[in-house]
């Protein structure tokens, strides 16, 4: 058996060998805390059937949840309770796991324990510092306990536990432990005054704070045990949605997802023009202007001017962005026209189009049609000279 000493779920081979007669028929693989077999006081592991005239048999099975110390595995011909099973001896060893691979101070993770003395009182420490809290195995050496991860630097930090009846055994496991931040208030407003608090960074080190994409000007310092506060006001941010990115000198990063506040600036009131025409000939230099609207973010505009009710396709230059002001001038192609704009504020919250109610029109004619008219006025003013001259001639 191989091998013979393991913590619950380890994989075990069992082989079998005989000599002078054949395995053939059934066999069961048991696991028992006796070395007999006797009803109920087993777990069926495993199970199979050598062929007619075999004489090796191979089973593979994992330790089941099991108590600590020495426990039996059974082989055994056939199915009857009376069959004499042939006895390994499997020595079971204590562990824990983390149900979380890493986790941030201030979390909560689950440790769970399996291979230690049934019934028995589990002393389980941090960095080596004892966790004040009672734990008892179950009748099986198992246990199940929550911990909260205390104010600690970033990188791997140790869990031990130990048993009364282990005396001096003890078993590990590690938690990787990562930054995490967070803000206060959590939906502040742009320009406001927020509270960055970071846990769980290098100790003694710079962190650089990043917004979105702007860098905030000045870098907190943790204290010895990762720490740290600062604050500072909330940049504008055209995007409609934020990320804080905390970052220490040793490259462990932490991210907070910030919802500014979601409420849209209000529609702006179109001024001019409204169902005015401009000039007479050729493109016109049109200024399109709007009511102001505030907001205690601050406010750009968006203006699009279209030949139809849709605004698509636009036009090369019919659309202006990030207007800080109410006014806007354009060069305007000969036509007819719809203008419509909008207000967005410093959060990346859009406003409702206002649509102009009354087109405008720009000129008569296009500057292709003044150029094709007067190429075509040409052309008949060169026929007519000619037919003067030609009619000239004749007459003398």
């Given at each position: 058996?191989?091998?013979?000493?393991?913590?619950?779920?380890?994989?075990?081979?069992?082989?079998?060998?005989?000599?002078?007669?054949?395995?053939?028929?059934?066999?069961?693989?048991?696991?028992?805390?006796?070395?007999?077999?006797?009803?109920?006081?087993?777990?069926?592991?495993?199970?199979?059937?050598?062929?007619?005239?075999?004489?090796?048999?191979?089973?593979?099975?994992?330790?089941?949840?099991?108590?600590?110390?020495?426990?039996?595995?059974?082989?055994?011909?056939?199915?009857?309770?009376?069959?004499?099973?042939?006895?390994?001896?499997?020595?079971?060893?204590?562990?824990?796991?983390?149900?979380?691979?890493?986790?941030?101070?201030?979390?909560?993770?689950?440790?769970?324990?399996?291979?230690?003395?049934?019934?028995?009182?589990?002393?389980?420490?941090?960095?080596?510092?004892?966790?004040?809290?009672?734990?008892?195995?179950?009748?099986?050496?198992?246990?199940?306990?929550?911990?909260?991860?205390?104010?600690?630097?970033?990188?791997?930090?140790?869990?031990?536990?130990?048993?009364?009846?282990?005396?001096?055994?003890?078993?590990?496991?590690?938690?990787?432990?990562?930054?995490?931040?967070?803000?206060?208030?959590?939906?502040?407003?742009?320009?406001?005054?927020?509270?960055?608090?970071?846990?769980?960074?290098?100790?003694?080190?710079?962190?650089?704070?990043?917004?979105?994409?702007?860098?905030?000007?000045?870098?907190?310092?943790?204290?010895?045990?990762?720490?740290?506060?600062?604050?500072?006001?909330?940049?504008?941010?055209?995007?409609?949605?934020?990320?804080?990115?905390?970052?220490?000198?040793?490259?462990?990063?932490?991210?907070?997802?910030?919802?500014?506040?979601?409420?849209?600036?209000?529609?702006?009131?179109?001024?001019?023009?409204?169902?005015?025409?401009?000039?007479?000939?050729?493109?016109?230099?049109?200024?399109?202007?709007?009511?102001?609207?505030?907001?205690?973010?601050?406010?750009?505009?968006?203006?699009?001017?279209s030949e139809n009710l849709n605004f698509f396709p636009l036009k090369p230059g019919m659309r202006k962005t990030g207007l800080t002001e109410t006014t806007c001038s354009a060069k305007v192609e000969p036509g007819n026209y719809y203008w419509r704009v909008?207000?967005?504020?410093?959060?990346?919250?859009?406003?409702?189009?206002?649509?102009?109610?009354?087109?405008?029109?720009?000129?008569?004619?296009?500057?292709?049609?003044?150029?094709?008219?007067?190429?075509?006025?040409?052309?008949?003013?060169?026929?007519?000279?000619?037919?003067?001259?030609?009619?000239?001639?004749?007459?003398?």
């Amino acid at each position: 058996m191989t091998p013979d000493q393991g913590k619950v779920g380890t994989t075990v081979v069992l082989a079998i060998a005989s000599t002078g007669f054949s395995l053939d028929g059934p066999y069961q693989v048991l696991w028992s805390k006796s070395p007999t077999s006797d009803a109920g006081n087993y777990t069926l592991v495993a199970e199979g059937n050598v062929v007619k005239g075999s004489m090796q048999a191979t089973a593979i099975f994992t330790i089941p949840e099991a108590a600590y110390g020495t426990n039996y595995v059974q082989f055994r011909r056939g199915w009857r309770p009376e069959d004499n099973p042939y006895n390994f001896i499997f020595n079971v060893l204590p562990g824990i796991q983390v149900n979380l691979p890493s986790g941030s101070p201030g979390g909560e993770v689950t440790i769970e324990g399996t291979g230690f003395p049934a019934n028995d009182n589990v002393k389980l420490s941090f960095d080596g510092k004892p966790i004040d809290t009672e734990i008892t195995t179950n009748s099986l050496g198992s246990f199940t306990s929550k911990f909260t991860v205390p104010e600690t630097t970033a990188g791997k930090h140790e869990f031990k536990a130990t048993a009364d009846k282990m005396l001096s055994e003890y078993t590990v496991a590690s938690l990787e432990v990562k930054p995490a931040i967070s803000l206060e208030p959590k939906s502040p407003e742009v320009g406001q005054k927020v509270t960055f608090t970071g846990s769980g960074f290098a100790a003694s080190s710079v962190v650089s704070i990043q917004f979105d994409d702007i860098t905030i000007d000045s870098s907190p310092k943790t204290d010895e045990i990762g720490n740290c506060t600062y604050i500072f006001n909330v940049p504008k941010s055209s995007r409609a949605s934020h990320e804080v990115i905390a970052t220490d000198k040793s490259g462990n990063k932490a991210t907070y997802s910030l919802a500014l506040e979601s409420e849209a600036p209000p529609a702006p009131a179109p001024v001019s023009p409204q169902g005015q025409r401009f000039g007479w000939l050729g493109s016109q230099l049109v200024t399109f202007s709007w009511t102001k609207v505030d907001d205690p973010s601050g406010v750009a505009y968006i203006l699009e001017i279209s030949e139809n009710l849709n605004f698509f396709p636009l036009k090369p230059g019919m659309r202006k962005t990030g207007l800080t002001e109410t006014t806007c001038s354009a060069k305007v192609e000969p036509g007819n026209y719809y203008w419509r704009v909008k207000a967005v504020d410093g959060a990346g919250n859009e406003g409702e189009w206002a649509i102009s109610p009354y087109p405008f029109k720009v000129g008569f004619f296009s500057t292709w049609f003044l150029a094709i008219g007067g190429l075509l006025f040409l052309f008949f003013f060169i026929l007519l000279v000619r037919a003067f001259f030609r009619r000239l001639r004749e007459h003398f």
